[in-house]
């Protein structure tokens, strides 16, 4: 027989009340020298959206020329893989960073799949994410740029120079109190567009959202964009037995590209353990609530009571 009460999916991964992506455009080298280190040191993970004809070369910006700079260097591949390896996200912005809009078909091919490849390339990970330059796009080019990918940037809030602690935290609060996907964009972070006039207040942030992750999931774009399409995108049939629960999740995206693992919750059941095919899944509890994380496109969930 059906569940009376159906098992549901949480709005976010770990039944997080919000989920906050920080996103770091142009592949800038202070990237990896400062924000990629302090992310490492608080056990976060972010994304890096790359121009790859400027890999190891320099980026140059009107505030560089106001300081006296003359160009902002760039990450080189090494840093890269050194960032992917960690698990951090390295997506697209484009092979020289055009606005889509104003290229041809052929153009448009180069300057989007020439960046997957060499990204793919260099660092053994294919960019399932694409970054508009300039937030340049139309529904041709979005539809183009967003295939065989988990999400293109079409929203973002940003965080750089004009941004103190207090409003950054504030955004955090607002999207745990608003139960929102909220997507935070910076470049420079020492120096280059955009620049904080003093990095300490990016890492005085990152460390207030350290203290609330039991309620917001700080997660790469990719693993964002992929939960939400999922969760949107599966439905659970329950069957109620004599000694549990099976459940068949069923999801339409194709699971070469969406493999986020999605949160069932549990709550008002006595369940001892779980599996999915043959492997064990582990039952946790976050803010009073029971879950646990499972495959969408793994099988049939077995869940035995006490």
Known sequence: MLCAQPLSIARFWGNRHAAVSYTFDDGLQDQYTLAFQELRHRGLKATFA?????????MHSSQDQAMGISG??????????EMAADGQEISSH???????????????????QHNDSIIYEQTGC???TYFFPGNSRDSATLAFCGQDRVGCRTFQIAIGARRDSTWLNSWVDT????????VGMTHGIAMGYDHFADPQTLWSHLDYVCTRQDLVWVATFHDA???IKERDNTQLNVKQTRHGFEIKPSCSLSPDIFCQPLTLLLDGLDVSTAR???????????????????DPHG???ILKNR
């Not at 902002?72 to 893989?81: A, G, K, N, Q, V």
């Not at 999915?276 to 499972?294: A, C, S, V, W």
């Open 94 to 112: 484009g092979w020289e960073h055009k606005k889509v809009t104003r290229l041809t078909r052929e153009q448009l091919r180069y300057e989007v």
């Open 126 to 128: 294919f960019p399932r």
């Open 299 to 301: 099988g049939k969930i």
């Open 175 to 182: 999207l745990i109190q608003q139960g929102q996907w909220g």
């Open 72 to 81: 902002t260097p760039c990450m080189t591949w090494d840093m890269l893989r």
């Open 50 to 58: 790359i121009i790859g004809s400027k890999v190891g070369g320099v």
């Open 276 to 294: 999915q095919g043959r492997k064990p899944l582990e039952i946790y509890n976050n803010n009073g609530h029971t879950m646990l994380d499972f």
């Open 225 to 227: 964009a992929a939960y």
